[in-house]
């Protein structure tokens, strides 16, 4: 009986504090460039960013920065009555084009160095 308890307390305790060990937005952005510059992340034509080589905390820095993009585009989509898939279009193509030299870029499906 004490050890289900003990484990019940336990299994509550690590649910309860796994929210706590998620990146927050501003410590996601604040990863990116290093991300970046070290091959794990690129910038994909339909505006968010992927996972080009997993390691470190790659997918939840794109997780965090690709869910506040999609809640811009959502916004920019409805307040100029476009289409999302619209936004994301034209966003990703910035974000190509601004991608520094020896970063990561996604073209025809597949990633290569600008």
Known sequence: ???????????LALLL?????ALSLNQAM????AAKAAGQLGEQPDGYLGVVAAGGNAAEIAQQINQARRDEYQRLAR????QLRDVESMAGKKALERTPTGQYIMVNDVWMKK
């Open 79 to 82: 307040e100029n009555n476009i």
């Open 30 to 33: 604040s990863a990116l460039p």
């Open 17 to 21: 504090s796994a929210p706590a060990l």
């Open 1 to 11: 009986m004490r050890m289900s308890i003990r484990l019940g307390g336990l299994l």
